[in-house]
Each structure stands twice: as C-alpha cells, then as structure tokens.
C-alpha cells in the first residue's frame, strides 16, 4: 500500500515540560545534549557554520566554529512547551530575532541536534559574539531548569525536559514574551527559519509557514504566503 505524503514524515519528539527537579545524572556532566534550536540553526546548513566556522548567506558576518567540528550525531524534529517571538535588532541579519519563553503558553516547532557539551559551550559563545573555547559548567541548568551564565540575549540556558534519556537544553533570553517590544524578522533570517523547519520533514509548507507567520514580532507583518515565497528563494 501507497503511503500518503503526511504518513511518509518523520514525527516531531514532544518534550514535555520538565518537572520541578534536576535531570536524572545532573551532578555528573552527560556525555552529550540536545542542544535545541528554535530559529536560524533548525537548519543544517547554517548550523554547520557554527561548528565548522564560516558565513551563512545573507549573514553579515562569519562565525569561528566550534573547537570539535564533528556534526551532530543526530538531528530531530521536536516540539516544546513555550513560545517563540521576535524582538531586538540583529546586526547579522537584521530585523527581530528569535526568542523562546518556557513560560508562555503555546508550542514551538523545533530541531534538537545532539552534540557535546563543548561544542553546545562553543554554539552558545558564537550566539552572544565571543570567542569559543569554554565549556560551560552545566550544573544549575541541569538541577533547576535554567541558569544565567550572563547578562546578555541569549545568556539564560534552559532545560525544556529530557530526549532519549539526555537533557534537552537551549539558551534564550532573561526577559519574557511581553517585557520587551516585539520586532518582525528579515526576510533573509525568517527564510532560514523556514527552511529549517521544512528541512526536517515533519511538518508541510502550509503548517511551517503558517506558524512562523503567526509568531509575536512577524504577525502583521509577515503573511503565510510571503513566508511560503521566501523558501522558493532559500
């Protein structure tokens, strides 16, 4: 029998939300995490350019790489618990960038990439323009849920829950969905967007551009169908 196009896709992993208490393991540093990218490095392609060093197109400037250059071990479609917006003003593509909080009521389309914890430490310097070469002492992160390792946007780790046994960790910003004003996206960085979450395969053109269209910051500016013409051109 013939399967249809919706029961050929990969099913996105639902996180959870993580219940009050550390991750199983949390003293001891796990061997890998997922890290989880809810904006431009849900696709592969720009992902590689924070672990192996180089510009993205329609980037304005290029990133050093992490210190391990292997690519993830693996790279899946998930869901989270939260929501995602827009706000502040990117110098590398201008226009909003992407925000997460796991607070907010809702569901975020995301892709969880397993790596090392050096090379999560060295993805989350490039994100705030630091040179890579730390590992990030992931303790609080993983016993509470969330840690600040700075003052900056995208300085507080959270831990949305656990996959396949190891914690699902990504950063964002102190602040919450309705402290700061919202700002819509370029069309270059929300391209990126869409094209990584098309990437995965587990949600259709209509769905992924929808969703994004929908976001804080891009409703009312951005509509479904110039989401859906920006992937024509990624």
């Known amino acids: 029998m013939t399967r249809t196009p919706s029961e050929q896709r990969p099913r996105p992993r639902i996180v959870e939300k993580a219940e009050p208490g550390p991750y199983p393991g949390a003293r001891t540093s796990p061997p890998r995490v997922w890290y989880t990218s809810y904006g431009s490095n849900t696709h592969l392609g720009r992902l590689a350019h924070y672990i192996g060093g180089g510009r993205p197109s329609g980037a304005s400037r290029g990133h050093p790489g992490c210190r391990d250059r292997r690519p993830p071990a693996a790279s899946v ?38 790596v090392t914890v050096g090379q999560f430490s060295d993805i989350a310097a490039q994100e705030m323009y630091r040179e890579p070469g730390t590992d990030l002492d992931l303790t609080r992160a993983l016993t509470t849920g969330r ?35 919202w700002n819509p996206p370029s069309a270059a960085y929300l391209a990126h967007l869409y094209a990584g979450l098309r990437e995965t395969g587990a949600w259709d053109p209509a769905t992924v551009a929808a969703y994004l269209a ?10 479904a169908a110039e989401v859906t013409a920006l992937g024509a051109v990624t």
């Open 77 to 114: 479609p998930v869901e989270l618990a939260g929501a995602l917006y827009f706000a502040t003003e990117s110098d590398l593509w201008g226009g909003g960038r992407a925000f997460y909080d796991p607070d907010a009521p809702g569901r975020v389309l995301a892709r969880a990439h397993l």
């Open 147 to 181: 840690q600040t390792v700075g003052d900056g946007r995208y300085e507080t780790l959270v831990r949305p829950g656990t996959l396949e046994g190891l914690p699902v960790l990504t950063f964002t910003a102190p602040w919450h969905l309705h402290d700061v004003p």
């Open 214 to 223: 929908g976001r804080p910051g891009a409703a009312g500016h951005w509509s």
